[in-house]
């Protein structure tokens, strides 16, 4: 089936089978070369523009303050491991292409239930059209492909707005580590008129509590481990797939194009939320909440200290987590990591009361086990989750 071969489609199956080689479940290739030219775009022009070096002398600067900084973390939490996390100042490409191969296992879950054959609503294999069993057949061969164009993109996005490696809660599998994208750090301090220096120091507060947290194997891996059951839960169901293609015209290359559209590919994601994903949802959202809601707690007791405009810097910083286009709603979205201030409010405030009741040393039992994680009621009302420790 090469060049020419009859078929009543038009397709030249050679071209079509190289480019649907992969080495997994999602094309990782795909993937990292779409990260990368998204990353590396003019964010108006969308053309390529080569991305400016990191300042050697500026990251060494950084690194001090981080040593600094994860030296207090370690203090305050009890975690000694904050100690050895990795930092370093790095440009887009290298963040997009460092956060992609972490999040690789969530990645691959989800092309697992985008795998499966499509849920109600498909009809009888018999009754089905040969043209609509082709197009059933070309999407399903497509994923990988399809995957890697989603998850590229997603990434090269969020490389255009991310300070630091945990600005997002991503699940990320890798081991911890502290990356800095200079050249958005700065930007940032400039657009609020806000001491690069202090800037520094605030970042780098909040991003080694989370790289403390995340040094803990068991929270890395729940994370990990939560976010997959989530994705895992997807339902391609058939008459989701048949809205998403019923403009498809498999004669014009621009229409078979756009089955690779990224605002498609939310439209559809939405489209196949399941039943199941309900608690699992809950789940993940209350985890992220305290974890966030902890980092909260110890960059409030720190940076007020260290930094003259704590305040300013971090309310900045939370409008910037906030605020971060369409690319991170699609990835929250996607991953089920859809908080909004009530989620943060909310494990800000359980924190806060487990300290007004027990101090930092009793928040600090949270890393203890996995059985630590408060339950929905102890989250609303931490005294039921002082009790459980046998701390009340």
Same mark, same amino acid.
């Given at each position: 089936? *090469?060049?020419? #071969?009859?078929?009543?489609?038009g #397709?030249?199956?050679?071209?079509?089978?190289?480019?649907?080689?992969?080495?997994?479940?999602?094309? &990782?290739?795909?993937? $990292?070369?779409?990260?990368?030219?998204?990353?590396?775009?003019?964010?108006?022009?969308?053309?390529?523009?080569?991305?400016?070096?990191?300042?050697?002398?500026?990251?060494?600067?950084?690194?001090?303050?981080?040593?600094? /900084?994860?030296? #207090?973390?370690?203090?305050?939490?009890?975690?000694?491991? /904050?100690? *050895?996390?990795?930092?370093? =100042?790095?440009? $887009?490409?290298?963040?997009?292409?460092?956060?992609l191969?972490?999040?690789?296992?969530?990645?691959?879950?989800?092309?697992a239930?985008?795998?499966?054959?499509?849920?109600?609503?498909?009809?009888?294999?018999?009754?089905?059209?040969?043209?609509?069993?082709?197009?059933?057949a070309?999407?399903?061969?497509?994923?990988?492909?399809?995957?890697?164009?989603?998850?590229?993109?997603?990434?090269?996005?969020?490389?255009h707005?991310?300070?630091?490696?945990y600005?997002?809660?991503?699940?990320?599998?890798?081991?911890?580590?502290? &990356? #800095?994208?200079?050249?958005?750090? !700065?930007? @940032?301090? /400039?657009?609020?008129?806000?001491?690069? !220096?202090?800037?520094? +120091?605030?970042?780098? &507060?909040?991003?080694?509590?989370?790289?403390?947290?995340?040094?803990?194997?068991?929270?890395r891996?729940?994370?990990?481990?939560?976010?997959?059951a989530?994705?895992?839960?997807?339902?391609l169901?058939?008459?989701?797939?048949?809205?998403?293609?019923?403009?498809?015209?498999?004669?014009?290359?621009?229409?078979?194009?756009?089955?690779?559209?990224?605002?498609?590919? %939310?439209?559809?994601? %939405?489209?196949?939320?399941?039943?199941?994903?309900?608690?699992?949802?809950?789940?993940?959202? $209350? +985890?992220?909440?305290?974890?966030? %809601? +902890?980092?909260?707690?110890?960059?409030?007791?720190?940076?007020?200290?260290?930094?003259?405009?704590?305040?300013?810097?971090?309310?900045?910083?939370?409008?910037?987590?906030?605020? $971060?286009?369409? /690319?991170? =709603? @699609?990835?929250?979205?996607?991953?089920?990591?859809?908080?909004?201030?009530?989620?943060?409010?909310?494990?800000?405030? @359980?924190?806060?009361?487990?300290?007004?009741r027990?101090?930092?040393?009793?928040?600090?039992?949270?890393?203890?086990?996995?059985?630590?994680?408060?339950?929905?009621?102890?989250?609303?009302?931490?005294?039921?989750?002082?009790?459980?420790i046998e &701390?009340?």
């Amino acid at each position: 089936m *090469g060049p020419g #071969f009859p078929n009543p489609f038009g #397709f030249d199956f050679t071209q079509l089978m190289r480019m649907l080689q992969s080495q997994g479940p999602v094309n &990782l290739d795909v993937a $990292r070369q779409v990260a990368t030219a998204v990353a590396t775009a003019d964010p108006g022009t969308g053309q390529p523009r080569p991305e400016p070096p990191v300042d050697p002398d500026a990251a060494r600067a950084l690194d001090d303050v981080v040593r600094a /900084a994860q030296t #207090f973390v370690a203090d305050a939490t009890g975690i000694s491991e /904050a100690l *050895g996390v990795r930092s370093r =100042s790095v440009d $887009r490409a290298t963040w997009a292409a460092e956060t992609l191969q972490g999040l690789a296992p969530v990645f691959e879950s989800l092309a697992a239930a985008l795998g499966r054959a499509p849920g109600p609503g498909a009809a009888d294999a018999g009754d089905a059209a040969p043209e609509d069993a082709f197009v059933g057949a070309l999407v399903q061969s497509l994923m990988p492909v399809l995957l890697g164009v989603w998850s590229g993109w997603m990434v090269g996005e969020l490389s255009h707005q991310a300070l630091g490696q945990y600005d997002l809660p991503l699940p990320l599998a890798a081991p911890p580590q502290l &990356l #800095f994208v200079a050249r958005n750090v !700065d930007e @940032f301090a /400039a657009a609020w008129s806000l001491p690069r !220096d202090e800037v520094h +120091y605030a970042l780098a &507060l909040r991003e080694s509590v989370h790289g403390a947290q995340r040094s803990v194997p068991w929270v890395r891996e729940r994370l990990v481990r939560s976010s997959q059951a989530y994705v895992g839960a997807y339902e391609l169901r058939a008459d989701a797939l048949e809205e998403q293609l019923s403009g498809l015209d498999l004669t014009d290359p621009s229409s078979v194009q756009q089955i690779g559209n990224v605002t498609d590919a %939310g439209a559809l994601l %939405g489209a196949m939320r399941s039943e199941r994903q309900g608690p699992l949802l809950e789940e993940l959202q $209350r +985890y992220v909440s305290v974890l966030e %809601g +902890y980092a909260d707690v110890v960059v409030e007791a720190l940076g007020e200290r260290m930094v003259s405009s704590h305040a300013r810097i971090d309310e900045a910083l939370r409008r910037h987590r906030l605020e $971060r286009g369409r /690319a991170a =709603s @699609f990835v929250d979205r996607l991953l089920g990591l859809e908080l909004d201030r009530g989620h943060y409010e909310a494990g800000l405030a @359980f924190c806060r009361g487990v300290v007004e009741r027990a101090g930092m040393e009793g928040l600090n039992r949270l890393w203890e086990d996995e059985r630590m994680v408060p339950t929905r009621a102890e989250l609303e009302a931490p005294g039921l989750w002082l009790a459980r420790i046998e &701390l009340g």
